[in-house]
C-alpha cells in the first residue's frame, strides 16, 4: 500500500507542476483510490476547497465529496506564492486497523509543495479543515448529523511527526504531518 501511495503522490508531483493556478483540478477515479492534483495561490486556498472526486452513482445518490478547507485568517497574501496540492484517498478496505476496526470514511492524504503560511503567523491560526463523508452507506445508522467532532494538529515544515486521535466513538484516526 505505502509503494502504491508513493507512486501515486510521485504521479501527482509529475502532473501539478505542469499546471497553472486556479487551473480546473486534473482528478481521477479508479477502483481503488481517486486523485486530485491541482495548484492553487495563497489567495485561491482562501477561496477554494480541495474536493476530490465523485463517482456517477455517488453523484446520484446525492453522497457527499470529501473536502479539504484553508483556514488562515491572518494570512500574509503578500507572499503571493503558488501551492501544489495532491489529494489521494485510498479505499478504506485497503487499509488495516488496529483490533480490526473499521473506518468510516476513506482515508485521505494532502501533500503540499509549500506550507501556504508566513513564518511569523502562530501554526493554530494556518491550517486545513477535512471534511470526509461515510464511505459506507450501510454504516450510516451509527453516525448521525449531531455527530462532529474537530480534531487539531499543528504540523511544521520539516518536522515530520504522526499522532493518533482516539474519538469518542471509540474508533481512532491516524494524522500525519
Same mark, same amino acid.
Given at each position: 500500500? *505505502? +509503494?502504491?501511495?508513493?507512486?501515486?503522490?510521485?504521479?501527482?508531483?509529475?502532473?501539478?507542476?505542469?499546471?497553472?493556478? $486556479?487551473?480546473?483540478?486534473?482528478?481521477?477515479?479508479?477502483?481503488?483510490?481517486?486523485?486530485?492534483?491541482?495548484?492553487?495561490?495563497? +489567495? /485561491?486556498? /482562501?477561496?477554494? =476547497?480541495?474536493?476530490?472526486?465523485?463517482? #456517477? &452513482?455517488?453523484?446520484?445518490?446525492?453522497?457527499? *465529496?470529501?473536502?479539504?478547507?484553508?483556514?488562515?485568517? +491572518?494570512?500574509?497574501?503578500?507572499? /503571493?506564492?503558488?501551492?501544489?496540492?495532491?489529494?489521494?484517498?485510498?479505499?478504506? *478496505?485497503l487499509t488495516s486497523t488496529p483490533?480490526?476496526?473499521?473506518? &468510516?470514511?476513506?482515508?485521505? #492524504?494532502?501533500?503540499?509543495?509549500?506550507?501556504?503560511?508566513? $513564518?511569523? &503567523? @502562530?501554526?493554530?491560526?494556518?491550517?486545513?479543515?477535512?471534511?470526509?463523508?461515510?464511505?459506507?452507506?450501510?454504516?450510516?445508522?451509527?453516525?448521525?448529523?449531531?455527530?462532529? +467532532?474537530?480534531?487539531?494538529? @499543528?504540523?511544521? @515544515?520539516?518536522? =515530520?511527526?504522526?499522532?493518533?486521535?482516539?474519538?469518542?466513538? $471509540?474508533?481512532?484516526?491516524?494524522? #500525519?504531518?
Amino acid at each position: 500500500i *505505502a +509503494e502504491m501511495l508513493s507512486l501515486i503522490q510521485q504521479t501527482g508531483d509529475v502532473i501539478s507542476s505542469n499546471m497553472l493556478p $486556479g487551473q480546473h483540478p486534473l482528478q481521477s477515479i479508479q477502483s481503488q483510490f481517486r486523485i486530485s492534483v491541482s495548484v492553487l495561490s495563497t +489567495e /485561491q486556498l /482562501q477561496d477554494v =476547497p480541495v474536493v476530490m472526486p465523485r463517482n #456517477t &452513482l455517488e453523484e446520484v445518490t446525492g453522497v457527499d *465529496a470529501s473536502e479539504i478547507y484553508f483556514h488562515n485568517p +491572518e494570512s500574509n497574501l503578500s507572499l /503571493q506564492t503558488n501551492v501544489r496540492l495532491v489529494s489521494t484517498s485510498m479505499r478504506s *478496505a485497503l487499509t488495516s486497523t488496529p483490533n480490526g476496526a473499521i473506518y &468510516l470514511s476513506n482515508p485521505v #492524504t494532502l501533500s503540499l509543495s509549500s506550507l501556504p503560511c508566513s $513564518g511569523s &503567523l @502562530k501554526s493554530s491560526q494556518c491550517g486545513f479543515d477535512f471534511f470526509m463523508p461515510n464511505s459506507d452507506t450501510s454504516l450510516s445508522q451509527y453516525a448521525t448529523s449531531n455527530d462532529s +467532532e474537530i480534531v487539531s494538529t @499543528k504540523c511544521r @515544515k520539516n518536522y =515530520p511527526h504522526s499522532t493518533t486521535h482516539n474519538c469518542s466513538n $471509540g474508533y481512532s484516526i491516524n494524522i #500525519t504531518c
